[in-house]
């Protein structure tokens, strides 16, 4: 049960020893500036990627020290605060555990329980999706940091929230029925609209929310009906 989750480990530590070896580690932070051209959300998407890479395989203290001293001074470079930053970055490397292709956690339960590895390792994926949302949060709102007025911080906090919900739903294709691909589309459409900082974009994000969850509530009382009709 073992030589599969070995594999994966070694696999991932030959990747960060040459990382590390080749000194090609230095230059991750001015390749993340230098490919994002100013742009925040291009940063922060090539940063998530190498958090993933770098986070294959390590135990959590060794995660935080590899993406604080090799990615997080690329953020910090391009004004970003440092607490938002380092969590963003740290989050990320610690997802790496639940996302193929070194899904250690994953890899290491499929194991114990004799499932597939890859599959366990997707479904693992696929479960904790809406995870992924939060670093950004993190650096768009710093509010969800406690970092800010006590309104702010509980607009933030509830906006993470439904964030995660909608996230989930559309991920799972459940929310009190079966959901078609549509209404998983809107949803995460949803989740786009609260990870905005706006409060305005927001306002629009949770009354989508609230008129998509209605119709399902509506259809799903009116398929009841029908249903008890038809008996």
């Not at 740290?90 to 890899?107: D, E, K, M, R, S």
């Not at 710093?142 to 702010?152: E, F, I, M, Q, T």
Request: proline share 4%; glycine share 10%; charged share 5%.
């Amino acid at each position: 049960n073992n030589v599969a989750v070995g594999a994966a480990v070694t696999i991932a530590g030959i990747l960060m020893g040459c990382l590390w070896v080749s000194g090609a580690g230095n230059l991750l932070a001015d390749f993340v500036i230098f490919l994002a051209n100013g742009k925040l959300l291009v940063a922060l998407l090539l940063t998530a990627v190498v958090a993933l890479i770098l986070g294959m395989g390590l135990p959590t203290p060794a995660v935080y020290l590899t993406v604080a001293m090799l990615i997080v001074p690329a953020l910090v470079k391009m004004g970003e605060p440092e607490l938002s930053s380092h969590m963003f970055a740290f989050y990320f490397g610690i997802l790496a555990n639940v996302t193929p292709p070194v899904a250690l956690a994953a890899y290491a339960a499929a194991s114990i329980a004799g499932a597939d590895l890859n599959r366990t390792g997707f479904v693992a994926l696929r479960l904790a999706i809406s995870g992924f949302v939060i670093p950004f949060i993190f650096i768009y709102s710093p509010g969800l940091l406690l970092n800010g007025s006590a309104l702010d911080i509980l607009q933030v906090s509830l906006s993470a929230l439904f964030a995660i919900m909608a996230l989930a739903v559309a991920a799972e294709g459940w929310f009190i029925r079966p959901l078609g691909y549509g209404t998983r589309g809107t949803f995460a459409l949803i989740t786009i609209l609260f990870v905005f900082p706006s409060f305005y974009i927001q306002m629009v994000g949770y009354a989508l929310f609230a008129a998509t969850t209605m119709i399902i509530v509506f259809e799903n009382k009116f398929r009841q009906s029908q249903h008890l009709k038809g008996l």
